[in-house]
């Protein structure tokens, strides 16, 4: 890399340098030191290891033992593992419910995105879940959905209904956890919308409004329009995080009842830890990474494009 | 002017009511968060006779918490947190200023692609690092101790890291580079004496957001460690579950407990906080 590193700037006159040969190189010597720590580090810990990944997919191997090779025989496994298409549908649930927080995120901002007194502790409030670590909202979840003491039952019998056991009916299960996980994702989502609304072109904003634009029309042709950037922030965190989601339901399940719940990345986790089947669980973590390589293109094309554009 | 309209501008009827709607959404969206601390708080007799949601018999804050800390681990993972999280944040401020200016200022061939490996880095899916990582954490000797978790903790928030550094040396105003170049000041002097103390309010920002992201984890501590001298308080908040499972004062005490730090981190500096969000909006 560094006999391509260009130094910025012409030949400069520095007397406290002895060497005439550092004095001709530092311009790049200097940029190459301080990149390669963290360049090396980074190769060892996320480069290899993903690569490494792709490779122990096609073996059979128990973690200890001597590899066997497989070709593509876990993938083969997968497609007919009833366990794989249950992670699959939960992981498509997941994404399309996750759909929510950008739009519940776009609603709390534009409530609270007022100047009256209080607001700034309102905002601070509505932001909190946020900052709770995902172990906590589980347990704090698991615990309102508990069908003899939570919350829920409370609710359902002030109506006179008795309360489903969220937690271990297979048909609802991903619904809940997938409700916990909105929570500090609905914040998250908000937090961004408001810096975006914090940002809107006042101009475009009176001009509108002196063209009687009101209502859903001035929100639909005059806000919106300038929440794009924030938007596409706001979708893509979302669809990495409901890609991403293993905590809750590590903390609030375990996958269960009877792997109902469980996701892509969850089973992965499983068939490594307590199955040891480290080829399989490989091959489960390639199909999440393609899955995901897909939205990290797209979104890499975008700002790498907009990069380009700043460069110019 | 602003969006929404200001609601001074609106009917006295909506204008009065305005704050009253705020507190009831506000009220229904802590309800948990309310939940769990008044049982973190409630006595043993209380949850026998059933009462999880009435107001308390009586108070039981500081015997509760004293409980947390005498009667289960958690003093010692919260002691294990810190000896993980705190060495992590110094290690990603001084690798990201590092990069982040090289990235910034300096164009190069491969600049790009870096910069694009840097944020797919920061995107990717845990588990296809799992395995390996594991791995070469047994190999090395460093599984089941703080360095594993501090090493994979200080590369992973490295890539996010960079990304915000660099935008925000790249943002620093050029002149300031131009003269350095003109008097023929070294990098590393334009590192340690332009760039370092710009960047405070950078680090302060990113030094919140690595706190609480890898306090917060929990998937790396469930694959590198395994000891209770060694486990973070989140993996140790999981495990007292299992083990108290009908001592829902106590568990709730402890969930109140892991909570603290990151949101007392999050008040304290939230303007940064929030600032690192929305600027380094690339962290998934």
């Known amino acids: 890399m560094s006999d391509v590193l260009r130094a910025s700037s012409g030949r400069t006159r520095d007397r406290r340098l002895p060497s005439s040969w550092w004095r001709r190189h530092r311009e790049w010597i200097t940029p190459a030191l301080l990149l390669a720590p963290g360049l090396i580090l980074f190769l060892l810990i996320i480069v290899i290891p993903t690569l490494q990944s792709f490779r122990i997919s096609l073996y059979d191997w128990d973690g200890m033992g001597p590899m066997s090779w497989v070709g593509l025989g876990n993938y083969r496994e997968l497609i007919v593992d009833p366990q794989f298409l249950t992670s699959l549908r939960n992981n498509v649930i997941w994404l399309v419910l996750f759909l929510i927080a950008p739009v519940g995120g776009l609603a709390l901002a534009l409530l609270v995105n007022q100047k009256i007194r209080g607001i700034r502790l309102a905002k601070s409030l509505f932001f909190m879940p946020l900052v709770l670590a995902p172990v906590t909202v589980g347990v704090v979840y698991s615990w309102f959905y508990d069908p003899t003491f939570g919350m829920m039952a409370l609710i359902f019998q002030a109506f006179g209904a008795t309360a489903p056991a969220i937690l271990s009916d297979p048909e609802l299960v991903t619904f809940g956890i997938v409700a916990a996980a909105l929570w500090p994702q609905v914040a998250f989502c908000m937090v961004l919308f408001l810096a975006g609304l914090n940002n809107l072109d006042e101009d475009v904003l009176g001009a509108g409004r002196v063209d009687g634009a009101r209502g859903f029309l001035m929100f639909w042709h005059v806000v919106l329009p300038q929440l794009r950037a924030a938007s596409f922030i706001a979708l893509t965190v979302t669809v990495i995080g409901a890609l991403r989601s293993f905590d809750l339901i590590a903390i609030m399940t375990q996958g269960g009842p009877y792997g109902s719940s469980s996701v892509l990345a969850y089973q992965m986790y499983e068939q490594a830890i307590f199955s040891y089947r480290m080829g399989y669980a490989a091959a489960i973590a390639t199909v999440l990474f393609a899955v995901m390589a897909v939205f990290i293109t797209w979104y890499l094309s975008r700002v790498v494009r907009a990069e380009r554009r700043r460069d110019r | ?284």
Not at chain 2, 122 to 140: A, C, E, G, Y
Not at chain 2, 144 to 149: E, G, R, V
Request: hydrophobic letters at 55%.
């Open chain 2, 1 to 284: 002017m602003s969006y929404p309209f200001p609601v001074q501008q609106a009917r006295p009827a909506i204008r009065a009511l305005y704050p009253v709607a705020i507190i009831v959404v506000l009220t229904l969206w802590l309800l948990p968060l309310f939940a769990i601390s008044l049982t973190s708080i409630r006595t043993s007799e209380d949850l026998m006779v059933g009462n999880y949601w009435g107001w308390p018999k009586s108070f039981n804050l500081l015997e509760n918490y004293q409980a947390v800390f005498t009667q289960t681990a958690m003093a010692r993972f919260f002691f294990n947190s810190l000896v993980i999280t705190l060495p992590t944040v110094f290690f990603v401020m001084i690798l990201s200023t590092m990069m982040g200016f090289v990235l910034a200022r300096y164009r190069f061939r491969g600049n790009m692609l870096l910069f694009a490996l840097l944020i797919g880095g920061n995107f990717i899916p845990h588990q296809i690092l799992m395995i390996p990582v594991r791995d070469f954490m047994l190999k090395v000797g460093l599984y089941d101790t703080p360095y594993a978790l501090i090493l994979f903790h200080t590369v992973f928030q490295t890539g996010f890291a960079t990304l915000f550094m660099r935008n925000f040396i790249a943002e620093l105003p050029g002149e300031l580079f131009e003269a350095a170049k003109v008097e023929g000041t070294s990098p590393w002097q334009v590192l340690w004496h332009i760039v370092t103390p710009l960047v405070r309010p950078a680090l302060a920002a990113l030094g919140v957001l690595i706190f609480t992201f890898v306090w917060n984890d929990y998937f790396w501590a469930l694959v590198l460690t395994q000891a209770d001298t060694v486990r973070p308080v989140t993996a140790g908040l999981a495990t007292l579950r299992g083990q108290y499972v009908t001592a829902w004062n106590i568990i709730a005490a402890a969930t109140v407990l892991v909570a603290i730090p990151p949101v007392v981190m999050f008040f304290l500096m939230q303007r940064h906080f929030v600032a690192g969000l929305t600027m380094g909006a690339v962290k998934g």
